[in-house]
């Protein structure tokens, strides 16, 4: 063997970093986050594949197509997807250093609550001899905005981990495999000034046996990304900026064909605002030529902002395109709340008509509910949910603790402030709770989320969803899964929904570091014993509404359902309804949407006037 590059500032044992040989190996994990047993949350098979896992696999399939590394050097990518895969460090290991190859450790698209995991990883790789790169949005979100490098950057530097902030697209990710090649890896790659354009880039792609391993014929990829708006809660904006990027319809046509031809048709388009992508009506117009002209089989899950009804023809486009389900960011109704996020573009005089613009073409509707905004209270948080329930026709209710996630203006705020936050990273996942409330103590803004869920997802109310679904020609059954899996990962499971999966895997060993490894014979008996009891309630759940679906799917009548939240928008029901008339800050901003459509109407009378 060689001896080790002695000029860089990294140091691998047992690796030969200046090694002629013409293998190198990208490993690249998306690591999965501890539950509050410490356990890594991992399944069987987990919801949707990774967009990050894929545009970096995207990147460095590219990368390996040109030979970035020098003509004759094969790059071999590996990746894992932690949350349906374990990751075997010595394995991977042994995988690089086969036939003296060297290689590079990605951990990639590591968000706040997959930090600590990410660095327990990194240090049995890096015990290994291996090199290890982390990027993601913890990384990038934490260098964007707060001074110098914060202390748990610095604990993986001082491992021998480099750091990359910013985006690998434009070449940025061939120089770091070429330094990871060569042996002299940077501490710090920093890309945040110069984020690359879109257009043209890799196609986003994970192997076919990869998204087996996920629940469904789903994958994701994004066709822009940044914001122009200003929530405060956000880390988008800080992150990917506020000036918005995007793929061309080209590219978006490019990545549903090559996927299709693997026999994947199902996509999440992951572009936090995809009403905003200055490309969006040509790009759907490419996507209803694929459907229409060419009969592809192709669905599509996007999200959108409350203002997307107001984009003449992007509803109606959406609907022809494929879009089945929409995710809308609605966070709160009362616009105090909604004041005090900065998400001001949120008017609630919208919420209604908009979601009734979707129901219309038959398209599924989830939306985002923010608990804990300094107004709120146990009992508004009941009241408002009430509301939404008798008044707003959405059909799935996500809800989140504001959380002050690294990266973002109030992570910022509290930061400088010197206000309390949970030191422990791991937490900022939305289902926990993370900072003070100026009224409500930890324990009662707990207790209020869970009765959140439980309040919305009650027998009465999923009826409810299941009967308005049946009445808007959206699929009963999807609709019922769906209600099982939010109501099911947050109770039994206790996990957030977005982090949910079929059947929970767990490792013995695969512990938190600092709690201690169990008996294999308690730890096996418990697992056990747990799945057991879970699948047993899951199952009683799915029997019970499953004759209530049979039920509403035999009813004649099922299909004129209707209720207060269906019935059209009127004029006049700014005055009557409660989640108008309620509160001053509601009747303000119902006085204000008068207003400017008054004033709407008047420009309007005077254009036609002449
Ligand atoms: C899609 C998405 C999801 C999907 C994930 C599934 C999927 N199909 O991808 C779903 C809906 C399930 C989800 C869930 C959650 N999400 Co999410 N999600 C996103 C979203 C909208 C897009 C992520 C993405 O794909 N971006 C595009 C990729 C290409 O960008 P990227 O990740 O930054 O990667 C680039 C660079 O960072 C770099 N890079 C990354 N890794 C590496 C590694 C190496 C070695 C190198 C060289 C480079 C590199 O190169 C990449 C390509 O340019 C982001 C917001 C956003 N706009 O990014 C939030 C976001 C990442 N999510 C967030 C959160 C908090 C969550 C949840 C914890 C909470 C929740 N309940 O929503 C869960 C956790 C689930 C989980 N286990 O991941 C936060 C994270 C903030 C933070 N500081 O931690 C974000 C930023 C949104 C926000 N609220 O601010 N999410
Ligand atoms: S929460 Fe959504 S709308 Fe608000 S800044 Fe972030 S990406 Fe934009």
């Known amino acids: 063997m060689r001896q080790c590059c002695q000029g860089c500032h990294l140091r691998y044992r047992g690796f030969d970093l200046a090694s002629q040989s ?65 990751v075997h460090p010595e394995r991977l290991a042994a995988r690089i250093r086969r036939d003296g190859g060297t290689g590079l450790v990605g951990l990639v698209g590591v968000q706040s609550n997959q930090y600590p995991r990410a660095l327990d990883l990194a240090r ?16 990038s979100g934490t260098l964007a905005m707060l001074p110098g ?66 629940a469904g014929r789903h994958t994701s990829f994004d066709s822009g990304r940044g914001c122009p708006f200003q929530c405060s809660f956000c880390t988008i904006i800080n992150v990917q900026g506020r000036k918005s990027r995007y793929r061309t319809a080209d590219d978006i046509e490019r990545i549903v064909r090559v996927n299709v031809a693997q026999g994947v048709n199902r996509f999440f388009i992951t572009d936090d605002n995809f009403a905003r992508n200055r490309n969006w009506e040509q790009i759907f117009d490419r996507l209803i030529a694929l459907r229409e002209d060419e009969g592809f089989d192709v669905k599509y899950i996007i999200q959108v902002d409350t203002l997307c009804r107001k984009i003449p023809n992007f509803i109606e486009k959406a609907g022809r395109a ?23 573009q949120n008017r609630i005089t919208e919420y209604r008509r908009m979601l009734q613009a979707w129901r219309s073409i038959g398209v599924l509707t989830y939306a985002g509910y923010i608990l804990g905004f300094p107004a709120d209270t146990p009992e508004s948080i009941q009241r408002d949910i009430d509301i939404i329930k008798r008044e707003l026709p959405v059909d799935l209710l996500e ?26 990273l791991n937490r900022y996942d939305l289902n926990h709770s993370t900072t003070g409330h100026p009224t409500m103590s930890r324990a009662q803004l707990e207790q209020a989320y869970r009765d959140a869920w439980e309040t919305y997802y009650s027998p009465e109310h999923v009826e409810t969803i299941l009967r308005r679904a049946r009445a808007s020609g959206i699929s009963v059954g999807n609709t019922l899964f769906l209600c099982l899996w939010f109501y099911g990962c947050v109770t039994l499971e206790k996990i957030h929904p977005l982090e949910g999966g079929w059947w929970r895997k767990k490792s013995r060993t695969d512990r938190r570091p ?15 014993a747990d799945q057991l009891v879970k699948h047993w309630k899951m199952l009683q759940l799915v029997v019970r509404y499953g004759r209530l679906r049979r039920q509403i799917k035999a009813d004649p009548n ?35 949407a008068r207003r400017d459509a008054a004033a709407s109407a008047a420009a309007k009378a005077r254009a036609a006037a002449g």
């Not at 042996?183 to 192997?207: C, Q, S």
């Not at 809800?399 to 422990?424: C, I, Q, R």
Request: proline share 7%; glycine share 8%.
């Open 124 to 139: 049995k790789f890096r015990a290994l001899g291996c090199q290890v790169c982390i990027g993601g949005f913890h990384v």
């Open 514 to 528: 600092g709690l201690p490894i169990e008996n294999p014979v308690t730890f096996h008996a418990r697992y056990w």
């Open 399 to 424: 809800f989140f603790y504001l959380t002050p996630l690294p990266g973002s203006a109030d992570h910022k705020a509290l930061f400088e402030k010197g206000v309390p936050m949970d030191a422990d």
């Open 149 to 214: 490098v914060q202390p748990e950057l610095q604990e993986a530097i001082d491992m021998g981990v480099s750091l990359f902030a910013g985006e690998a697209e434009g070449g940025r990710l061939d120089e770091v495999l070429l330094d990871a090649r060569a042996g002299t890896m940077k501490p710090i790659y920093n890309h945040m000034d110069d984020l690359p354009g879109m257009e043209g880039t890799p196609v986003p792609i994970l192997p076919r046996d990869r998204i087996g391993r996920t």
């Open 322 to 344: 494929g879009v089945k389900r929409v995710f809308i960011g609605l966070e709160n109704i009362n616009p105090v709340n909604l004041a005090a996020a900065a998400k001001r």
């Open 22 to 86: 013409s293998r190198f190996t990208f490993v690249m994990i998306k690591p999965s986050h501890y539950d509050d047993d410490g356990y890594v949350i991992q399944w069987a098979k987990s919801a949707i594949p990774s967009n990050t896992l894929a545009a970096l696999y995207g990147i460095a399939e590219d990368c390996a197509g040109r030979q970035a590394l020098g003509a004759g050097v094969g790059i071999d990518l590996v990746p894992i997807d932690e949350t349906n895969t374990r």
């Open 558 to 592: 099922a299909r004129s359902y209707s209720d207060l939240s269906l019935e059209p928008v009127k004029d006049d029901e700014m005055d009557e309804l409660e989640m108008f008339t309620l509160s001053q800050s509601a009747q303000n901003a119902v006085s204000k």
